[in-house]
């Protein structure tokens, strides 16, 4: 019986800006996205699909962007996630899937 080779991808962030909770979001999020392109079960590709956006709208608010800009009234973090949207709507409508293949 031949064996298979796990391959790993090693990655390196400078997470030195990053609060603790934001390091392990960014942790929680790269193994989440791992296992929805690699799952087989129906359920948990939908399931981990939804917390994976779920899971980027929290780091969009948890921004250090939006600290910095806490004393404006503009609400900067919904905003920014309302545009994100938008503009996935817009590449699911015309069928623009970007595929970023090396």
């Known amino acids: 019986m031949a064996t298979t080779k796990k391959e790993r991808t090693h990655f390196e962030i400078?997470?030195?800006?990053?609060?603790?909770?934001?390091?392990?979001?960014?942790?929680?999020?790269?193994?989440?996205?791992?296992h929805i392109m690699t799952t087989d079960e129906e359920s948990e590709y939908f399931d981990s699909a939804a917390e994976a956006m779920r899971m980027c709208a929290s780091i969009i608010k948890q921004a250090h962007f939006i600290d910095v800009m806490k004393d404006s009234k503009i609400p900067y973090a919904e905003q920014a996630i309302e545009f994100s949207v938008d503009i996935l709507q817009e590449h699911m409508t015309n069928s623009k899937v970007i595929t970023y293949d090396n």
């Open 14 to 34: 400078d997470t030195t800006a990053m609060s603790p909770a934001q390091v392990r979001q960014l942790r929680t999020l790269t193994n989440l996205l791992s």
